[in-house]
């Protein structure tokens, strides 16, 4: 089912990858430039709400990620096709993005910045889930093998009741279910409205 990466993942992985070693590697400092910020805060650039979501903060963030892109990405992109597979991508991305910044609007949190795929990834692990519920996995630190129609839910709750905890500062657990939330209201109005979705 994995098979071969495909053509859209391929690029994502290089573009993520070499933006990874100009922000990190060769001027750490740049991440601040290319973090997302709310839209009050001084540091805040128009370009931030796409470029936020190339960039990764660490050698782990960016290998979980990148990891979860090929294993969830490409099986999507071979079923949608690229165009398809792109816009979901994006459009979890930005649906993190948005939920992230509105929580950050409510509870006042104006300074910190946003990085990583997180939040497209959630979007692709939904998918997945919704597309292939029986296939098994796993967790790094928990080796029992979960089919995925549960093994996703469980991910997604734990980051709910993380973000509500206020636990594990620096990470940011809505946008993490915030992709989620808008990958799945996507897959719902595709399943409507789209006579050439696969995914029924």
């Not at 001027?27 to 540091?43: E, G, I, R, T």
């Not at 931030?48 to 999507?76: E, K, R, T």
């Not at 597979?85 to 992230?100: D, M, P, S, W």
Request: proline share 4%; net charge positive; hydrophobic share 55%.
């Amino acid at each position: 089912m994995l098979g071969r990466m495909t053509d859209v993942v391929k690029n994502l992985l290089i573009i993520n990858i070499l933006i990874f070693v100009a922000t990190f590697f060769i001027n750490k400092d740049w991440m601040n430039l290319v973090a997302l910020y709310h839209p009050y805060s001084d540091n805040f650039q128009p370009y931030q709400i796409i470029s936020h979501f190339f960039a990764h903060g660490s050698v782990g963030h960016i290998f979980f990620n990148m990891f979860g892109l090929v294993m969830f990405g490409s099986p999507l992109e071979a079923r949608w096709g690229p165009k398809r597979f792109l816009f979901y991508y994006i459009f979890c991305a930005l649906g993190a993005a948005l939920v992230q910044t509105a929580i950050n609007h409510y509870s006042g949190d104006f300074g910190g910045g946003m990085l990583g795929a997180s939040g497209a990834i959630y979007g692709l692990l939904i998918a997945f889930a919704m597309k292939f519920p029986n296939v098994e996995l796993m967790l790094i630190f928990l080796p029992i093998p979960i089919k995925a129609k549960y093994f996703v839910p469980i991910i997604i709750a734990i980051d709910l009741a993380l973000g509500f905890s206020n636990f594990g500062t620096g990470i940011a657990h809505f946008a993490h279910v915030g992709g989620a939330l808008f990958g799945l209201i996507l897959i719902l109005f595709w399943r409507q409205t789209s006579p050439d979705y696969r995914d029924r």
